[in-house]
């Protein structure tokens, strides 16, 4: 493939974004976390956003950049359909990420590409992602959205927490922790289906509804971009569906150990979508969880599956 020149699609939209949009209104994961810096040809340095309470990085983070930096290297009517990844070390918050870019095949329809990412002179996470020509086909079905309340009528997060912490009676350490929940800085907009009990009290099903939007504006854009940022969002509280059926324990320890995604239809990454989890299996300290992620028309974007590692502790039950 001929080389291409330091302007790439993905970098293209974050361009067009940022200046045709108010300060105020772009998505930092579009102006920041997913807008990687290119060094050299196939590699790119990515900075980090949010950083959660465990003081690794995001996984999310880290697949969204990989695919960016792999998205970069391929002609502009590929559009990525898969990627897999395997995280090997936890992510360094304190240093950027080094993204290699190794172009293993160029394809007339299809072409692979594989991605380090790299601290401290060793890859945290492997990822493969391959990428396919758009082509009309007259084999198309899908599984049903479930039906569920549409976004605008749910709370957001945020709105539950204020909710809770308007409680006279709420024990300070919950308050507390109700509070750190609330400043953290994350980049995604989330409005649970069934509301979820921070207190844990009662065993829940193994599956869990929410809408998800990135924060901010993204815009219609390019495919590749907004693929890009549905593997951010994708990660987020994914693995914690595993936990829901257990109140009597708690995540002392948890890590996502590898992470595989398949981009079926067009969508906006900045538009509400439903993501639905579930977890149907978890042993041997590990859980394994599937998802899919639904337009609001019904369409079927993206599916998902991750396992991960889950130590857990026995706590006696939460009052208010």
């Not at 750190?180 to 980049?187: F, Q």
């Not at 590749?224 to 829901?244: E, I, Q, W």
């Not at 978890?282 to 369409?299: A, E, K, N, P, T």
């Amino acid at each position: 493939m001929a080389e291409r020149g330091s302007e790439s699609p993905v970098g293209n939209e974050v361009n067009r974004v940022s200046k045709s949009s108010e300060p105020d209104l772009r998505s930092v994961l579009v102006t920041s976390v997913l807008n990687l810096e290119k060094l050299d040809t196939d590699l790119y340095r990515g900075t980090h956003h949010w950083v959660p309470r465990t003081k690794r990085l995001f996984g999310g983070q880290i697949v969204g950049q990989a695919l960016v930096a792999a998205a970069n290297s391929v002609a502009e009517h590929l559009y990525a359909h898969s990627l897999h990844c395997y995280f090997v070390r936890a992510g360094d918050p304190k240093v950027p990420v080094l993204y290699q870019v190794e172009r293993t095949r160029d394809g007339r329809s299809f072409c692979v590409r594989s991605v380090k990412a790299i601290q401290h002179g060793q890859p945290i996470l492997i990822l493969q992602a391959s990428f396919h020509m758009q082509q009309p086909s007259p084999l198309e079905h899908q599984f049903s959205m479930p039906s569920v309340p549409p976004p605008d009528t749910l709370l957001t997060v945020e709105e539950l927490i204020q909710r809770f912490l308007s409680k006279p009676d709420l024990a300070d350490n919950t308050r507390q922790g109700l509070n750190k929940i609330r400043a953290d800085e994350v980049p995604i907009e989330i409005k649970p289906v069934n509301p979820p009990d921070f207190f844990r009290r009662v065993a829940m099903e193994a599956k869990t509804l929410i809408w998800v939007r990135a924060r901010g504006y993204i815009g219609p854009g390019d495919m590749k971009l907004h693929r890009c940022v549905a593997a951010y969002v994708s990660d987020y509280a994914f693995l914690g569906t595993a936990l829901l059926p257990y109140p009597n324990y708690r995540s002392q320890f948890s890590a996502s150990l590898d992470h595989a995604m398949w981009f079926h239809s067009t969508f906006r990454a900045d538009e509400w979508m439903l993501y639905e989890c579930e977890s149907p299996w978890s042993g041997g300290s590990r859980g394994f969880v599937q998802g899919r992620l639904w337009r609001q028309d019904g369409v079927l974007a993206a599916s998902c599956a991750q396992e991960g590692v889950i130590r857990v502790k026995e706590v006696s039950q939460s009052k208010l």
